[in-house]
């Protein structure tokens, strides 16, 4: 709670600040300005410190229990592990848009919006049961984690030569939206009753809105008056972390097949008489398979971005 005021107070702030930007700034000479708006269509690479994902979940086994035939007679077989671990999200590509209203030689306001992916995907050959028998797969481990963004910032010219290149600082308020989590496990079968056939589950899994604060740097150069190529290093810092909530585990393994699965990540049960804020939070497994951890993400981390600007 304590963590949630503080950035509220922050964004507070930060907004008291660009309006006092705005009442001080002479609107009068951004008018008189040939060129008052600018549209920039943005590339670049996020590098979040994603630390629970890469090293928590992306170790995950996949922990099951299975009924095998032995003659005639099914044996229930436990704490079965299958392991499938993923290549770490280190970085990954950001697109975006953002407009640009010039208040004065020094001072513009900007406002955009943009959307990143990370994915990570492995590949491998094992055994696993089906059926009441051990068959060989080929299984195709997938994830993907995203989000959507909308912000309001502040751009100050440090040095600048007109039609020539300027030299800024910027300060923007962030509202990271429709954060997702998507983890897809195919298990192709080579042989035994279920060859050819594909033995599929999903988790899909949203998490609620992020407040963060993104102080940077970047620099410019005209080609003409009208247009320039941008250069920007930014850091993205919130004050809290965020866990998934709104979760869907789909599956189509049947009863029939003899398999009971602790998938790798899961919404942790609500225990009937206790209160847990916890419950319905997504959690993973432990590497070793000795139980599930909570998980709290953050899209703390430096940003890469290349813009082109067309003035107006």
Not at 38 to 62: D, E, K, Q, W, Y
Not at 231 to 260: H, M, Q
Request: proline share 5%; charged share 20%.
């Amino acid at each position: 709670m304590l963590r949630r005021g503080m950035m509220r107070r922050a964004s507070f702030l930060f907004i008291s600040y660009l309006a006092g930007i705005l009442a001080r700034c002479d609107v009068a000479y951004a008018k008189q300005d040939e060129y008052q708006w600018s549209f920039s269509p943005i590339l670049g690479i996020h590098a979040p410190n994603l630390t629970a994902l890469n090293a928590g979940v992306f170790r995950a086994p996949l922990l099951y229990e299975a009924d095998l035939l032995n003659g005639d007679t099914p044996t229930r077989i436990t704490n079965q592990f299958f392991r499938n671990p993923l290549p770490s999200i280190n970085y990954a590509p950001l697109a975006g848009v953002e407009f640009q209203w010039k208040l004065d030689k020094e001072n513009a306001l900007l406002i955009g919006g943009s959307t990143w992916q990370g994915a990570s995907e492995s590949t491998i050959n094992g055994m696993f049961p089906v059926q009441g028998f051990e068959a060989n797969v080929t299984n195709s481990r997938r994830a993907t984690l995203s989000y959507n963004e909308f912000y309001l910032g502040w751009k100050h010219n440090a040095i600048s030569v007109p039609d020539k290149y300027n030299l800024y600082f910027r300060l923007s308020l962030h509202e990271i939206f429709d954060i997702g989590y998507r983890e897809d496990w195919v298990f192709l079968y080579l042989d035994g009753p279920a060859a050819t056939f594909k033995k599929i589950f999903v988790i899909d899994s949203k998490a609620t809105g992020v407040l963060m604060l993104q102080p940077g740097v970047g620099g410019e150069v005209f080609f003409k008056k009208w247009l320039s190529l941008g250069f920007e290093a930014n850091y993205s810092y919130g004050l809290s972390k965020f866990t998934f909530r709104n979760n869907n585990i789909e599956r189509d393994f049947l009863p029939t097949d003899g398999v009971f699965m602790n998938t790798p990540v899961r919404p942790r049960p609500a225990v009937s008489g206790v209160s847990d804020p916890e419950a319905g939070n997504l959690e993973y497994q432990a590497e070793d398979g000795s139980g599930y951890q909570r998980l709290r993400l953050s899209f703390n981390g430096w940003k890469a971005l290349l813009k082109i600007n067309i003035y107006y």
